[in-house]
């Protein structure tokens, strides 16, 4: 043992120094001695991929899995299959995998939703027959599921009507000219698809209707090998009922499988059978006044009292937190009141540790007279005792909201691109989305979820989308994966498309300019209609349409109001010019839409083809369902309190549900949501509130992982904080290990209780700094809006700016301004801040914002009176403007004025910069002399500070000059040391030109020039 732990401990030193092939040697000696331990053989399967042996990788993940399910650890093959997935693009077999774990951990919307994804992917396949096997599975599995049935049906008709057209002798060409029902069909091998055959042909003669077609019993299984392998694991091994470790008592999950068991025995008995609840009263009030130790200890006295109480054939669980169940086999509705009475005179009369006093609450769920199923009978009997704790009052159905459905599927079927959806908080907007995107899955389409988190960067729901695609259809299409190549900007965790060709100079768009009129628009498009980001945005909507074509999409962006400006665009732009794309865009905000002035401004003109749906306040019929629905396994409150509940609410299903709880437990109702939220809070204690709003500062969205690292607590301990955030209804699951605040309210409230926040921001950044650093152009605006709030502002500013060049190179120039302009409040060096005016000058100009440019350059004139580079900034960028309104004169003249500034100034660079464009205006007046004067200086500064692009901007300037001087030798020799300095420094843009200008030469030059021993072949 001893041996083996050292070895080990090699070879995770090993990996640490990036020693694949020695620390895999490592491994595979120790999984010789342990050929059961499927951690090895996970660690294995890592280093196979990281050493790009992805078959290796995925055999070795494949039998881990394999053991783990073995062993009952399900949530680990879970995590292993979604290994599988990252990396293999052909294991669709592996959602069906999925689909089985799942269902063994009861958590039955993830198994069918892994289920339907294999089926979606089955049926792009055309495999039609895999379709129908895995949606009878999924029947089998978790049966009554009314969107399944009918979509069985469906497809049992669809597959008997190709069979009744295509079998043998009755092959016809429409459905109408199908043979008699009655007639006998033979060689059809499978009696199912006799039976779709027979149904096909039935319908088609009138005799009968789709409601009249029923599933057959014969249900036929998948076979894929790998599948079989799970399916033999999970049915062959006896069951391992889980242990509370506190208390050695089953736990809920054990309290599942007993659940299952039992209904079988009563069914077969034709008996009821009870399942008692007992919750420990003011069990937090004993935790908080003695400590934890001893309320641990109290526990554990409580669950021996009653295992020595316990009737013949009873078992008792610890369910959660202060609450165990007893499952009584033998228990009636008739003596269900005594044993509560009972189970209560017996705590209360026992002596517990420190002479604590404990009483507790009880409750009985019966079945079959309570529910039908174990799941339900469990989560109706701890409602029931829950009903006076705060936090228990919930309704699961979604309640009077039909006509918001039906707004939304008119919507989408007339093709709409983007629909708002809006409501106050707590109305449902999260639920409704929800609903109506579980009703199209079962249509065949991918559902996608994003969120617009703070901070936020450009494009930031676009770019969750398309991670959630990738991660989600690890096999792309040829076409697919070309488009995604095209916006790769977009893609920056995707290492095989990150940014390698991306390139930018403030001044490179003056170069070969053509006179712009000076046009000022109202057109709702005149932010977004320079030509490089209109092909962009092209480009995103074709890889949009073209997602869509291979499966419909529904794309759902929560929290519109707080998405960047560049995401607005882009939707309004994909709404007025996508043609195919089939999906809808669902924005849902917190606020009415209209009411945010700025949008409203921009895009008022587009807001008739945006239809908005409001969701509306329940009604007082609605409140009433709801209220019967909350309250149907256990008593209703008295009518007053009803009455108030819903006159608070006012037909806010969230406030009708809190208002609830507080007239139960007889304390002040509340008056706003703010209150119910504040309230909230308040239930958690110091070390709790403090440790939730550090996650808030982590932003809306955080990671349990990084949260770990971030406060040095171990995960069991955060993880008790989570489930308490949980059970307030603060905190939401998003995926493994990452969670989400439910409402904005709350984690702006908790982000307000955090003491030196400016501290713990400089932290953060520096955290993310390091647990990033190898993807940083993902988390750069996290980095840079911790480090901005921080006491380091200089290391913020440093990050804004670098955030601003970011989001200007993917063209989203209004969020590179409000970039800019935070760096400006950070700096006090004045040549930086010119630098920043420059960048936000420019960025005008790009987004042909011409009014604001004009603006900003009278602004700064102004307080450029006295100082040189203040007046050789704005004299440089008014002969710009001049050019934008083909005004040449003037531009050549404050373009002089300001060459000579940059000269007395030495600011060497844009001194370069107004040699180009002075060389370049001097030659569009035909004045080659005074043009190659300032190409010249351009060009031997640019040597002496090894600006190379600059250098081979001029190089080529002056080869165009001499070309319209028809003198081809002098042209080719500087075109053809342009070409040279171009392909060194990787400039595609301007190599390309060279090439182009070369190849318009007369034909005696070569496509081939020697230089300096070397051959550049530019025939390329």
């Known amino acids: 043992m001893k041996s083996t732990k050292i070895r080990e401990q090699k070879a995770k030193d090993l990996l640490k120094e990036y020693k694949y092939s020695e620390a895999l040697q490592e491994y595979q000696v120790l999984i010789q001695d342990e050929p059961n331990n499927p951690n090895f053989y996970n660690i294995i399967g890592d280093i196979y991929k990281m050493m790009k042996l992805t078959d290796d990788a995925i055999n070795s993940y494949k039998k881990a899995r394999e053991i783990y399910t073995k062993d009952f650890l399900y949530n680990n093959a879970v995590a292993i299959s979604k290994k599988i997935l990252r990396i293999n693009p052909d294991a669709e077999e592996t959602y069906y995998i999925l689909g089985i ?37 999924i029947n089998e599995k978790f049966p009554n599921s009314e969107p399944v049935i009918n979509e069985l049906k469906e497809l049992y008709l669809q597959e008997g009507i190709e069979q009744a057209k295509n079998f043998g002798p009755f092959q016809c060409e429409t459905a109408s000219s199908l043979p008699d029902s009655s007639i006998k069909t033979e060689n059809i091998e499978s009696p199912i698809l006799e039976n779709y055959l027979s149904n096909a042909i039935k319908l088609v003669k009138g005799e009968i209707s789709k409601e009249d077609i029923k599933i057959p019993e014969e249900i036929t299984k998948n076979s894929t090998a790998d599948i079989s392998t799970i399916e033999t694991s999970i049915k062959s091994e006896p069951v391992r009922k889980s242990i509370d470790s506190l208390t050695q008592l089953y736990d809920r999950d054990a309290l599942m499988e007993f659940c299952e068991e039992e209904i079988l025995n009563a069914e077969q008995e034709n008996r009821t059978f009870g399942v008692i609840f ?48 007893i499952l009584s086999p033998s228990l009636a509705e008739k003596d269900k009141e005594e044993k509560q009475e009972n189970l209560k005179n017996l705590v209360e009369k026992f002596d517990f540790e420190s002479k604590v006093p404990v009483s507790i609450k009880t409750e009985v769920s019966l079945y079959p007279t309570d529910a039908a199923n174990s ?82 960067s450009p494009y930031a729901p676009f770019k969750q989308f398309f991670r959630q695609y990738i991660e989600k259809n690890e096999t792309l299409s040829t076409e697919i994966t070309a488009l995604f190549a095209q916006i790769k900007s977009l893609l920056p965790f995707w290492d095989q498309y990150k940014k390698t060709d991306l390139e930018f100079t403030n001044y490179d768009i003056f170069l070969d300019y053509s006179p712009i009129s000076l046009k ?19 480009k995103i909507v074709s890889s949009l349409n073209t997602i869509s074509n291979e499966a419909p999409v529904l794309f759902i962006i929560e929290d519109i109001q707080d998405a960047d400006k560049s995401t607005f665009e882009l939707i309004f732009y994909l709404a007025q010019h996508s043609q195919n794309f089939k999906g809808i865009i669902c924005c849902t905000s917190g606020l009415h839409i209209t009411d945010k002035n700025e949008i409203e401004k921009c895009f008022s003109k587009v807001w008739k083809e945006m239809p908005e749906i409001q969701i509306n306040p329940l009604s007082e019929k609605d409140m009433d369902a709801m209220i019967s629905i909350i309250f149907s396994q256990s008593v209703v409150p008295p009518a007053p309190i009803l009455e108030k509940a819903k006159n608070l609410s006012k037909g806010n299903p969230f406030v009708l549900q809190e208002a609830l709880n507080s007239l139960i437990n007889e304390e002040t109702p509340f008056e706003s949501v703010k209150e119910i939220f504040e309230n909230k809070i308040t239930q958690l204690d110091k070390n709790e509130e403090s440790i939730l709003s550090t996650a808030a500062l982590l932003g809306n969205e955080f990671d349990i992982s990084f949260l770990t690292l971030f406060t040095g607590k171990n995960e069991g301990y955060l993880s008790h904080i989570i489930d308490k955030g949980l059970e307030l209804g603060l905190i939401k699951l998003v995926i493994n290990n990452k969670y989400r605040f439910t409402y904005n309210e709350i984690y702006e409230l908790l982000k307000s209780k955090v003491e030196n926040s400016s501290e713990l921001h400089r932290k953060i950044g520096e955290w993310l700094e390091i647990y990033y650093s190898e993807k940083m152009e993902e988390f750069l605006w996290d980095i840079a809006y911790h480090l901005e709030l921080s006491e380091d502002s200089s290391k913020g500013a440093s990050y804004n700016l670098w955030a601003g060049d970011e989001a200007r190179l993917i063209y ?94 030495d600011d060497t660079a844009l001194l370069i910069e107004s040699c180009l464009i002075l060389g370049e205006l001097h030659r569009a007046r035909s004045d080659y002399e005074c043009a190659l004067k300032h190409l010249t200086e351009a060009f031997e500064l640019s040597q002496k500070s090894h600006k190379d692009k600059a250098k081979g901007r001029s190089v080529f300037l002056m080869g165009c000059i001499f070309h319209e001087l028809n003198k081809i030798k002098e042209a080719f020799e500087c075109y053809s040391e342009a070409i040279s300095i171009f392909k060194n420094i990787h400039s595609k843009t301007y190599l390309l030109k060279s090439i182009m200008n070369v190849l318009n030469l007369p034909g005696e030059f070569s496509l081939c020039v020697k230089k300096e021993d070397k051959t550049i072949d530019i025939s390329a």
């Open 101 to 137: 774990l799942y269902s063994q951990l009861k958590l039955k919307s993830e198994a069918i939703e892994n289920f339907v994804d294999y089926a979606n992917r089955m049926r792009r396949r055309n495999n039609l027959e895999e379709v129908i096997k895995t949606y009878e599975y």
């Open 278 to 325: 007992l919750d420990i009263a003011h069990f937090r009030t004993i935790n908080e006044k003695f400590g934890e130790p001893l309320g641990d200890k109290i526990l554990c006295q409580m669950a021996d009292l009653l295992k020595e109480n316990l009737a013949e054939k009873e078992t008792l669980f610890r369910y959660n937190g202060d609450a165990f169940t």
């Open 375 to 456: 799941r339900t009978l469990l989560e109706q009997g701890y409602s029931k005792i829950s009903i006076k704790k705060r936090s228990s009052i919930s309704c699961s159905q979604l309640i009077g909201q039909e006509k918001t459905l039906e707004d939304l599927q008119k919507a989408f079927a007339v093709g709409k691109k983007v629909v708002f959806v809006s409501g106050a908080t707590g109305i449902g907007k999260t639920r409704i989305l929800s609903e109506f995107s579980d009703r199209l899955k079962f249509k065949g389409y991918q559902t996608f979820i994003t969120h617009c988190n703070t901070p936020i």
């Open 520 to 538: 000022y628009s109202n057109s709702i498009l005149c932010n977004i209609c320079d030509e490089e980001r209109i092909e962009f945005f092209n």
């Open 812 to 905: 989203g120039y209004k969020d590179a301004v409000k970039y800019y302009e935070k760096v400006l409040k950070s700096i006090t060096d004045k040549n930086e801040i010119i630098t920043i005016y420059n960048n936000i000058i420019i960025t005008y100009f790009l987004m042909k914002d011409y009014e604001s440019y004009e603006k900003l350059i009278s602004e700064l004139d102004k307080k450029s009176k006295e100082e040189k580079e203040w007046k050789a900034m704005t004299t440089f960028n008014r002969g710009l403007f001049c050019i934008i309104r083909d005004n040449k004169s003037d531009a050549l003249s404050y373009l002089t004025e300001a060459n000579n500034l940059y000269r007395e100034i």
